[in-house]
């Protein structure tokens, strides 16, 4: 990113522009001039808006640092080695992430589609070119998990070719396991919603030798998740760096035993014949990331909390504000733990539905994304200010009041 003071640098050094470069009234035409030359995304017609919902893919994750861009910029201009960059940007992260070992994915479902990948060849490079198709290569062939933990995701476990067993209860989950079970898997975000928890789930692993891998997709904040189940044993953890990490959305961490992610890079670019493949990281977002996750734990942590609960105090007062509206702060104990606001109202004084409200927020200007509501409620939605740009709030605060005061 260009700075306001070395914009002016370079602008003194233009005879013309020299002269007016000391004025105040220049500023906003600088403003105007770090401005990205093109409005591609105007260009293109499409539809940019304030992200009060949160890291949605589908709403393209989170926005990068200006010291990430300037990174990925950086690395845009140079040739390494793949595998280089993997290893020296690998030993820094294990080393900020107080782990053995790590890589940089493509995203949490390729970090548990690469992770399992390492568990099912070990270092046999022959073995990760018959990924995904097992049968008769002596490889194993199954992967044990709690039904309650089924999540869409796990469909990067069945990438590898194996099949998912479920259970529900810890004696299913012992009596699952055979010699064909590969590893257990565990989804943090779910640990409330099944019979066996964190810790009881990696104890059944340990007692029957097998690896376990958590995925941690969205568990930061707070800060710490990023090493607190390496070091409670997990063999290999998951996380986005495009959510709370605000890294290259196209980009995750597989955390954990140097053993399997090691392997795992046997199935990564820059090897072709492999799973991996099409889960490729280039160095710009390798790069990224790393900074990414520098920057995260630098970062003052408690002072961004406040500034949340700041942010959603004043959305919530402005909707509260309306007749018939009624408001809550709550914070998902596990995954995408930030103040949250539940925004209700009562459909007999304000017929309009979620879906309704939704869409006029979406079509003023600016356009405004928020959420459902968590419980599926038809007349309620959700609003975090994480993946905000601050001062953002006061626009959702105002249009929200505004698009439920008109009903
Ligand atoms: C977001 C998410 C994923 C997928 O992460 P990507 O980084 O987008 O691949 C997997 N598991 C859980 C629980 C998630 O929340």
Known sequence: MIS?????KNFS??????????????????????????????????????????????????LMLPE?????????????ILDDLQDKVGQRIASLAKCEYAVVTSGA??????????????????????????????MKTEVVMQKAHDIPYAHALKNTGVKVILVETKAELEKAINDQTAML??????????????????????AHRLPAMIDCAADVPPVENLWKYTAMGYDMVCFSG?????????????????????????????????????????????????????????????????????QVALIGNAAASVPGVHTATKVPPIANHIPTLHVSWDPAKLPLSAAALQEKLRKGTPSIEVAGSPEGKPHAISITTWMMVPGQEKIVAARLKEALSNV
Not at 68 to 78: F, G, R
Not at 113 to 118: M, R
């Open 109 to 138: 479902a390729s970090a548990i589609t690469l992770g399992l990948t390492g568990v099912l060849t070990g270092m046999d490079e022959k073995k990760a070119e018959l990924v995904p198709h097992l049968a008769g290569t002596g």
């Open 68 to 80: 990430v861009l300037s990174a990925i910029q950086y690395a845009s201009k140079e040739y390494v």
């Open 185 to 206: 898997f565990f989804v943090n975000a779910n640990n409330f919603d099944g019979q066996v928890q964190v810790e009881e789930f990696l104890q059944v692993a340990k």
């Open 242 to 310: 495009g959510k709370g990490i605000r890294g290259p959305q196209s980009a995750g961490l597989l955390l954990g035993k140097e053993k399997y992610i090691k392997a795992a890079r046997l199935s990564m670019p820059p090897r072709g014949n492999t799973v991996g493949r099409g889960m490729k990281v280039n160095k710009e977002e390798i790069l990224g990331m790393l900074v990414a996750l520098e920057l995260y734990l630098q970062k003052d942590h408690a002072k961004e909390w406040k500034q949340w609960e700041a």
């Open 4 to 8: 306001r003071r070395n914009l002016i």
């Open 13 to 62: 050094a233009v005879p013309l522009l020299g002269g007016l470069a000391g004025t105040t009234n220049l500023l906003p035409f600088l403003d105007a001039a770090a401005a990205p030359a093109k409005d591609y995304f105007r260009d293109l017609g499409i539809r940019t808006f304030i992200n009060a919902a949160g890291t949605y893919t589908s709403m393209t994750g989170s």
